[in-house]
């Protein structure tokens, strides 16, 4: 197995019903660390480069107004296998899809606030903690 890492959101839904430390706990019961962290506020210009793939979609306006809509946790995990450990442990972007004790299933509201996102390759992790990381924020 290979040691990388992976970028992790913890979105408005989550941090406004106080749910980190047990999102938190999820990542790190599955091995993961979270080797760094930080809880911010993206304004439009910040949620609209991140989600910039997904601009010409139908929900992208939506989606942005969501994601400014209150503080986030932003974070980058290692672990063996990162990226698609995470990805398990959140479950299916529809929580009614979600397998049972994954993120997802025990805390989303809905297929839209779905409190948490995950990078989906190991590529696009390296992107996404770029941009809203330093080097020297990540303590390994």
Do not use: C
Not at 42 to 68: C, I, N, S
């Amino acid at each position: 197995m290979a040691i990388e890492r992976t970028f992790s959101i913890i979105k408005p839904d989550a941090t406004r019903r106080n749910l980190t430390g047990g999102i938190n706990a999820k990542i790190e019961a599955a091995g993961l660390r979270i080797v760094a962290q930080k809880r911010v506020k993206w304004g439009q210009e910040q949620a609209e480069a991140f989600y910039g793939v997904h601009r010409e979609r139908p929900f992208f306006k939506d989606l942005v107004t969501f994601m400014t809509s209150g503080p986030i946790i932003v974070q980058v995990l290692e672990g063996d296998n990162a990226v698609a450990k995470y990805r398990e442990v959140m479950g299916a972007t529809n929580p009614a899809n979600a397998a049972p004790g994954t993120i997802r299933k025990e805390f989303a509201e809905s297929i839209e606030a779905n409190s948490v996102h995950g990078s989906d390759s190991a590529d696009n992790a390296k992107i996404e903690i770029s941009q809203n990381f330093s080097a020297f924020e990540i303590v390994g």
